[in-house]
């Protein structure tokens, strides 16, 4: 019976923290920044097509859903350049068809022309806008994922 409970218990805990985040835990914070990168204001996309997307997102609510929030953040350093775009949904993100022809085309994966990568997770939809060895979106990515497991 106790073992029941407990788990039980567990399990509330863990799907509550999972409903429970927002943007700004997504985010990575002045301390989370690699060495070498500066936070700059404004959108800084690889390919026209990813910013298009965060700016232009209500134009797209019948297909992806509606957003409830939308926050970015951009880096650059001598070598390396982009923007990482949070969206929170009132509903489950699902428009990944959708997104995946938008960001990359009929390749249907990230090209070296076309490299966003984005991880659509319940309500939660992280692009990111970079090179893929870029340390800010390996950082990124490592959190977004810990947190939204």
């Not at 993100?93 to 938008?102: I, S």
């Not at 340390?135 to 497991?149: C, G, H, N, R, W």
């Amino acid at each position: 019976m106790k073992i029941t409970i407990s788990l039980s218990a567990l399990f509330l805990l863990f799907t509550a923290n999972v409903f429970s985040q927002t943007l700004a835990d997504l985010k990575l914070k002045t301390k989370e920044i690699p060495k070498g990168y500066t936070a700059n204001d404004g959108q800084i996309c690889v390919t026209p097509q990813a910013c298009n997307f965060y700016t232009d997102i209500e134009t797209y609510s019948n297909i992806v859903g509606v957003v409830k929030s939308k926050q970015i953040q951009s880096f650059k350093n001598r070598a390396d350049s982009g923007s990482i775009m949070y969206f929170e949904f009132e509903h489950v993100f699902k428009g990944d068809r959708f997104l995946q022809g938008l960001l990359w085309g009929k390749a249907g994966q990230p090209t070296d022309e076309r490299p966003e990568e984005y991880l659509a997770k319940g309500k939660f939809l992280i692009i990111w806008s970079f090179r893929p060895d870029s340390p800010v979106k390996e950082k990124s990515e490592t959190k977004i994922e810990a947190i939204l497991q």
